[in-house]
């Protein structure tokens, strides 16, 4: 049976990934900070699904937490996915928030990825998948940590893919557009091209499975926004600074 851990599974995109591997026979880990979520959100597949209730920042345990899931059938893929966004998009930096986010949308994925490796590289294969977002193309005004740790997590990832080909360990940088999970239900601004959790899954799952380095979706908006990205710096500013598309209004 093959093994696939997964931060940040008890809702979002990473629950709708979980349930997904469930039904397609994978013994299933996932980790989050509310065990109350993880049981409001998963009541079948229970014999197959582990659940360790840790946050992603925290090195030492989410190590122990991998180890101890990988320990009877090994490591197949692990998919470092726990994030959070802005619940309000500000000039002014909130500094404080900002923090948390890089340790948890970028050492969160550094340390799933330490904690995989010293089992992949032993048993000479695996895949490691991070979750970045279209959001890290382009330095978007209101959400300047995220798009940072966005972007870092794209770069981090990309010299991984190259690094570990050697050790038949296979990365995937997923980098969604607007998904409809708690994260983005807050937002006030308006969400082209949303797609429905269930949907991202499979989408992601996809990718995943063909080994893709890069899988930017849904495909018409990933493919504005990387365009936007290869603009001179410029006319990115001309354009973000339009009324309609500058959504940092507080
Ligand atoms: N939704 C989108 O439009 C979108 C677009 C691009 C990228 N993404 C990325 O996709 C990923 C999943 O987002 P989502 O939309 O599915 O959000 P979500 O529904 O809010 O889910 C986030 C998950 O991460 C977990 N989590 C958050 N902080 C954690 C921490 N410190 N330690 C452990 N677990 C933590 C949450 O569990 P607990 O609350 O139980 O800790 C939850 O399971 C994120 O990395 C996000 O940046 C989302």
Redesign the pocket.
């Known amino acids: 049976m093959r093994a696939v851990f997964i931060?940040?599974?008890?809702?979002?995109?990473?629950?709708e990934l979980a349930k997904l591997y469930l039904s397609r026979g994978w013994r299933v880990g996932v980790?989050?900070?509310?065990r109350q979520?993880?049981d409001d959100n998963f009541t079948t597949h229970l014999d197959h699904l582990t659940f360790y209730g840790?946050?992603?920042?925290n090195r030492k345990d989410l190590k122990a937490a991998i180890a101890d899931f990988s320990k009877s059938s090994g490591l197949d893929l692990l998919i470092a996915?726990?994030?959070?966004?802005y619940i309000h998009k500000t000039k002014v930096p909130d500094f404080e928030y900002s923090y948390k986010m890089v340790e948890?949308?970028l050492f969160?994925v550094m340390y799933s990825f330490e904690a995989a490796l010293e089992i992949m590289i032993p048993s000479g294969k695996g895949q490691l998948v991070a979750?970045?977002?279209?959001?890290g193309y382009n330095g978007l005004p209101g959400v300047s940590a995220?798009s940072a740790t966005?972007a870092a997590v794209q770069k981090y990832t990309e010299s991984l893919h190259l690094d570990l080909k050697q050790f038949n360990i296979a990365v995937t940088t997923i980098?969604?557009?607007?998904?409809?999970?708690?994260?983005?239900a807050t937002n006030r601004h308006s969400m082209p091209f949303l797609v429905k959790?269930p949907k991202a899954a499979v989408l992601i799952a996809r990718a995943i499975e063909k080994k893709k380095m890069i899988y930017a979706f849904p495909f018409i908006f990933a493919s504005i926004v990387r365009f936007i990205s290869i603009l001179p710096r410029t006319w990115y500013r001309f354009i973000i600074t339009k009324k309609a598309f500058n959504y940092s209004k507080e």
Do not use: H, Q, W
């Open positions: 931060t940040g599974g008890t809702t979002g995109i990473g629950m980790c989050g900070r509310s979520k993880f840790l946050d992603v920042s996915n726990a994030g959070i966004g948890i949308n969160g979750m970045s977002s279209i959001a995220y966005k980098c969604p557009g607007f998904v409809e999970t708690p994260l983005t959790a």
